[in-house]
C-alpha cells in the first residue's frame, strides 16, 4: 500500500506540471510509461503508445516519456565527396572484385521508417533519425552492398545489365534485414565509381582505343556511303545520257523516216505525171495517125505562130514577096516531121522559123 500511495502522489504531484505533445504531417509520437504501477488497470512500465501524424496529446512529465520520429523518406548519402555525403570526409564504399581490382562506388540509399514500428524502434533502435542512421542503416547498407557486388568482376561491372541486377540484389536484400527493425527500403542507387589509379590508366586507354577503332569505323562507314552517292550519281548521269542518246537516234531515224517517205511520194508523184504525160503523148500520137490528124497539126501549128511575133525584111522589093507561099512551105514542112517520130515521140517539137524564100521578080 505504501508503494501505491506513492505513485499516487507522484501522479498528483505530475498533474499540474503535464506535457503537451504535438505530431506534424510527416511525424508519428512516441509515449513510453516510464514508472512501474502495481495497479493493473493503469499502464506498466515501458508500455507504449504511437500517436498519429498531425495529432496533439497530453504526457506527464517524468511519469512519461515523448519521442516524435519522421516517417518521410530518408536518404544515406556514402560518396568519396565530402560536400555531398554524411560525413565531412570520403565515405564511398570500397569492395573487391573476383578478379582482384578495389572498386570504389559512391550509394544512396533511401529509407524511412514505418510508422507501425515507431514504438519498437524508439524501444531497440534508437530515439532520433540520426542514432537510428548511425546504429542500424549504416552498417547493414555497407555490409550488404560489398557481400554482393563482391561476386562479379571488374569486366562485369561495366556491363550495365549486371550492375543493376546487383543493385536490385542489394536492395531486395536491405530491405529484408532492416525490415526486421521496422526500416523500409524504398531504393538503392549506385552511381558514380572508381578503381585504382594504375588500372583505371588502362581502363582509360582501352577505352581511348575503343574509341578510336569506332572512330575508324565510322569513318569507313562513311566513306562507303559517300562512294556509293557518287556511284549513284555516276549511274545516273549515265542514264540520262543514254536517255539522250536514244532520244536523239529517235528524233534522227524519225526525220530519216520522214524524208525518204517524203521523197517516196515525190518520186511516185513525179512517175504519176511521167505515166500521165506519156499517155496523153500516146494517145495524140494514136489520133495523129488517124482522120484528121492533117487538120489537128494544122490546128496546132496555128496555134504555135499565133504566139510568135515575125517581122519580115524584105531583101529586094516588097512588092515580089507572096506571103502565102511561105506559110504554105513551113506548113507542109512541120506535118512530114511529125509524121517521122511516130507514136512515142514526145509532143511535136516547134518549128524553127525558116527564112523567107527569095522575093519573086514581077
Known amino acids: 500500500m505504501r508503494r501505491a500511495g506513492r505513485v499516487l502522489l507522484v501522479v498528483a504531484l505530475a498533474l499540474p506540471v503535464g506535457g503537451c505533445g504535438t505530431t506534424s504531417s510527416t511525424e508519428v509520437g512516441v509515449r513510453t510509461n516510464l514508472l512501474p504501477n502495481p495497479l493493473p488497470w493503469f499502464e506498466h512500465r515501458g508500455d507504449q503508445k504511437v500517436c498519429e501524424p498531425g495529432s496533439v ?58 510508422p507501425k514500428q515507431a514504438g519498437f524502434i524508439v524501444q531497440h533502435v534508437g530515439q532520433s533519425v540520426a542514432e537510428i542512421k548511425e546504429r542500424i542503416v549504416r552498417p547493414l547498407s555497407r555490409a550488404v552492398i560489398r557481400d554482393i557486388f563482391n561476386e562479379i568482376t571488374s569486366e562485369q561491372y561495366y556491363q550495365v545489365t549486371i550492375k543493376n541486377k546487383m543493385a536490385q540484389t542489394a536492395k531486395e536484400l536491405l530491405a529484408k534485414d532492416l525490415g526486421l527493425y521496422g526500416i523500409i527500403v524504398d531504393n538503392l542507387q549506385v552511381q558514380q565509381h572508381r578503381f585504382d589509379p594504375e588500372y583505371q590508366a588502362a581502363i582509360n586507354a582501352q577505352k581511348q582505343a575503343e574509341a578510336d577503332r569506332q572512330k575508324l569505323v565510322e569513318q569507313q562507314k562513311n566513306m562507303a556511303v559517300q562512294k556509293q552517292s557518287e556511284l549513284e550519281g555516276k549511274r545516273a548521269e549515265w542514264n540520262k545520257r543514254l536517255e539522250d542518246a536514244i532520244g536523239e537516234a529517235g528524233r534522227l531515224k524519225n526525220e530519216a523516216d520522214g524524208y525518204y517517205q517524203t521523197k517516196i511520194n515525190l518520186a511516185k508523184a513525179t512517175i504519176a505525171v511521167a505515166q500521165a504525160d506519156a499517155e496523153g503523148v500516146r494517145k495524140e500520137a494514136e489520133a495523129l495517125g488517124k482522120l484528121g490528124g492533117d487538120a489537128y497539126v494544122k490546128m496546132q501549128v496555128a496555134k504555135q505562130l499565133a504566139q510568135k511575133k515575125f517581122i519580115l525584111v524584105p531583101a529586094s522589093n516588097v512588092n515580089t514577096m507572096n506571103i502565102n507561099d511561105m506559110v504554105d512551105f513551113l506548113v507542109s514542112r512541120t506535118h512530114k516531121g511529125a509524121e517521122a517520130k511516130g507514136a512515142g515521140a514526145a509532143e511535136p517539137a516547134e518549128p524553127a522559123p525558116a527564112a523567107p524564100p527569095a522575093a519573086r521578080k514581077k
Not at 512519461?64 to 564504399?93: C, F, H, K, Y
Open 57 to 114: 496529446y497530453f504526457f506527464l512529465p517524468f511519469i512519461n516519456q515523448w519521442r516524435t520520429l519522421p516517417i518521410s523518406q530518408q536518404n544515406l548519402m556514402m560518396t568519396a565527396n565530402p560536400n555531398e555525403g554524411d560525413r565531412p570526409v570520403p565515405d564511398d564504399i570500397t569492395f573487391k572484385t573476383k578478379d582482384g581490382n578495389n572498386v570504389y562506388i559512391d550509394v544512396n540509399v533511401m529509407w524511412r521508417i514505418d
